[in-house]
């Protein structure tokens, strides 16, 4: 927020005309999707990095997963 707006606590008006003007972007550009404008092509160095960032979420949860089963394994009595 503070590099939007260039000042660290900007004034309500300020932020609500922001607000505003935000929510007149998204709406126009929801109206002319839906009047059949084709959608904005990414550069494809983004699209890149955006399957990267999933990739290596997705590897970070799945290790995270498995150090939370195997701590509960550790943990659990034995029944031998």
């Not at 997705?58 to 150090?67: A, E, P």
Request: aromatic residues 10%; charged residues 20%.
């Amino acid at each position: 927020m503070n590099t939007r707006f260039g000042i660290p606590h900007p004034p309500v008006t300020l932020f609500l005309d922001w607000l505003q003007k935000l929510q007149f972007e998204i709406q126009c550009r929801q109206i002319q999707l839906e009047a059949g404008r084709p959608v904005k092509q990414r550069l494809p160095v983004y699209t890149t990095l955006e399957a990267a960032i999933a990739s290596d979420t997705l590897r970070y949860n799945l290790d995270i997963g498995r150090t939370f089963a195997y701590s509960l394994v550790t943990l659990l009595p034995c029944d031998a």
